[in-house]
């Protein structure tokens, strides 16, 4: 990983600022002084130091999941099983699903151990796109295209962000929205008088539900999609 998006990732400062400490020769790797910004570190082996302290890499860690329907978005459920049951290990190493999805809701969650990824996914002001195919019941018109794209009403009096939607067969098609409020595609279809009948993620910002990954399945972030949703935060 470059030297100077590890330290923006730790909080050390904006990539802009990290890259004139590393200039001023503020960091040591392996006991030199390193004024490369885009010098490549090993974050599990190399020995890091920031104006002489220690840097301690939390072992960070990224999976995507297959969410099968009856499992719950969280880390305690009194009742039902939790997606994190499906991790092996995952006791001891501090993993949470970034955002929810409802138990009857498949497809793709991400679970990490990283908090400042978590908290930049799930930023209102961020509007990651999340993908749903979706099943409903009910007439569907192809006013409602529009009528998604200028922003639905929700029940409580909330107008939702623009989200797109492509009618792929009767009663099926794909969503997009950008936020994730307590049941919002459901209540998006209702504010159209049609009823959600199955609905799985297919896609969270840069991520997508890998095919061969079938329900209850997960699987590591590969590098290139781990720097990916690290770098651009989506
Ligand atoms: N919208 C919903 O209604 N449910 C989900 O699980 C996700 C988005």
Do not use: W
């Not at 030199?32 to 490549?40: A, G, S, T």
């Not at 090993?42 to 302290?53: N, R, Y």
């Not at 569907?140 to 939607?165: H, N």
């Not at 919002?184 to 539900?209: D, H, I, P, W, Y």
């Amino acid at each position: 990983m470059r030297l100077d998006k590890m330290l923006a990732h730790l909080g050390y400062g904006s990539r802009k600022e990290v890259k004139e400490f590393i200039r001023k020769g503020y960091v040591l790797v392996n006991g030199i002084r390193i004024k490369d910004d885009d010098y490549k570190v090993d974050e599990t082996m190399d020995e890091i130091q920031f104006l002489e302290q220690q840097i301690h890499y939390e072992h960070l860690l990224y999976f995507i999941l297959n969410k099968p329907a009856g499992y719950v978005s969280a880390t305690y459920d009194a009742y039902d099983p939790i997606v994190l049951d499906l991790i092996e290990g995952h006791e001891k190493r501090g993993l949470f699903p970034v955002g929810r999805l409802d138990k009857d809701t498949t497809g793709l969650l991400l679970i990490t151990n990283d908090g400042n990824l978590a908290h930049q996914l799930l930023s209102p002001s961020k509007h990651v796109d999340k993908a749903y195919e979706v099943t409903f019941s009910g007439e569907y018109q192809t006013s409602f295209a529009v009528k998604f794209k200028e922003g639905i009403l929700l029940d409580d009096g909330y107008k939702c962000l623009p989200a797109s939607f492509k009618l792929l067969e009767s009663h099926h098609g794909i969503i997009t929205i950008q936020e994730g409020k307590y049941h919002q595609v459901k209540r998006m279809f209702e504010a159209l008088g049609m009823n959600v009948l199955t609905l799985k993620r297919v896609s969270f910002g840069c991520l997508t539900l890998p095919d061969d990954l079938k329900e209850g399945q997960y699987r590591s972030l590969t590098e290139q999609e781990k720097n990916k949703l690290i770098t651009k935060g989506e």
